[in-house]
């Protein structure tokens, strides 16, 4: 299986890349001279935007996208005793914060259209034990908020969205982390926009924020110039000024950076068409170009095709590829824990053949072109070399 011969000599495309602007670059010299490098004015100027954007909702920010999720929980009071019910086609962080509270996941299938968590089987999993849900916006694509909620609040149990991926998306016209529960987020260079490493989480009422700052930095509470208060077991996981400056010059740009992505998405799209992906088996996203903010472009290969043979030949002809994600109840660890193949088939046929494409706003319709001529090249030699 190779591919045409001509694309290697082009650039290499890589799978993602930030956009950081010159005064972003700037502004983090600027704190760097200043000398308050780790959490100080820039965190919070960062909250104080974001809980703009989440519609006045408390926000704090923290050094990941998955410590938010592990904080959240421990909010709710999801402890040992507990399940957590997640899907099995997400980053495996999704599932590891349920271990680290002490709690077990309850993996059910997935959608095989929109790849994301299954609500029809969301109550059939659901046992007094039960507690929380942690739904994944695969690719930055909303699952359905309005039937989630009404089956939590059917059930008395907290959401916790796993929302890493999909920042500046949105649900009937609401963005992501404006309504619901508990929202998590993450800032990794290769979400939408970036923090170099961190997340932020979006909660109900300050309460929880006063008590997600605990969880954040040792348990600490401070009184006066002197006092200092330990209630809770917390861990060390605050983000540096410098980090948040990067946010604050990310934040204005997302809806472009969205906008960028939805362009080339809808390239993607008219190319794989012009180009028979159908005819050759291949299985592409939901094409939503209003709701998704579009962080991950993902098809599903053919059965037949050997999923590593495609990404060589990618790589071979200058173009990066990724796989997002391997079943997580798969992974030995979660073996251990009882779960083996032919659980839970859909996410398994998915987990063997999807493919990420590359992605970012910096691309241009030329490369995403190039990207689907390369591809649907291999897809027609394969069996032929």
């Known amino acids: 299986m190779s591919a045409p011969a001509a694309a290697a000599a082009v650039p290499y495309l890589p799978l993602t890349r930030p956009t950081l602007d010159e005064e972003t670059i700037a502004g983090v010299v600027e704190v760097l001279r200043s000398g308050w490098i780790t959490s100080g004015p820039n965190v919070k100027a960062l909250e104080g935007k974001l809980s703009e954007y989440f519609g006045g909702r408390p926000v704090r920010v923290f050094n990941s996208g998955t410590c938010t999720m592990e904080i959240a929980l421990r909010i709710a009071g999801v402890g040992a005793g507990h399940e957590v019910i997640t899907t099995p086609l997400s980053w495996v962080a999704t599932s590891n914060v349920i271990l680290e509270v002490g709690a077990r996941p309850v993996f059910v299938d997935i959608d095989p259209v929109t790849r994301n968590l299954d609500l029809d089987l969301i109550e059939g999993a659901i046992t007094p034990a039960t507690r929380a849900i942690i739904p994944v916006d ?104 410098v980090a948040a400056r990067v946010g604050l010059g990310q934040l204005p740009r997302l809806e472009e950076f969205n906008g960028k992505r939805r362009e080339l998405a809808r390239a993607y799209f008219e190319a794989f068409a012009a180009h028979g992906a159908a005819a050759l088996g291949l299985g592409l996203p939901v094409a939503d170009l209003v709701q998704s903010n579009w962080h991950m472009f993902q098809v599903v290969l053919p059965p037949a095709v050997k999923r590593a043979e495609v990404m060589a030949a990618l790589h071979a002809a200058g173009i990066g590829s990724g796989v997002h994600y391997p079943a997580i109840h798969l992974f030995a660890l979660y073996r251990r824990l009882g779960w083996k193949e032919g659980d839970f088939p859909k996410a398994e046929a998915v987990c063997r053949s999807i493919l990420t494409l590359p992605l970012f706003p910096a691309m241009t319709r030329a490369d995403v072109t190039r990207v689907v001529e390369v591809l649907t090249g291999i897809l027609l030699g394969h069996g032929k070399s």
């Open 138 to 241: 695969l690719a930055g694509l909303p699952v359905d908020r309005d039937r989630l909620h009404a089956i939590a609040k059917k059930h008395g149990l907290r959401i916790v969205e796993d929302a890493a991926q999909s920042m500046g998306s949105t649900w009937n016209g609401k963005r992501i982390g404006a309504t619901g529960d508990f929202v998590s987020v993450s800032f990794h260079p290769n979400k939408n926009i970036t923090t170099i490493e961190g997340g932020c989480l979006v909660m109900t009422t300050e309460a929880e924020a006063k008590l997600a700052e605990q969880y954040r930095l040792q348990g600490v509470v401070r009184s006066g110039l002197d006092g200092m208060e330990v209630e809770v077991v917390g861990g060390k996981f605050n983000l540096t000024d």
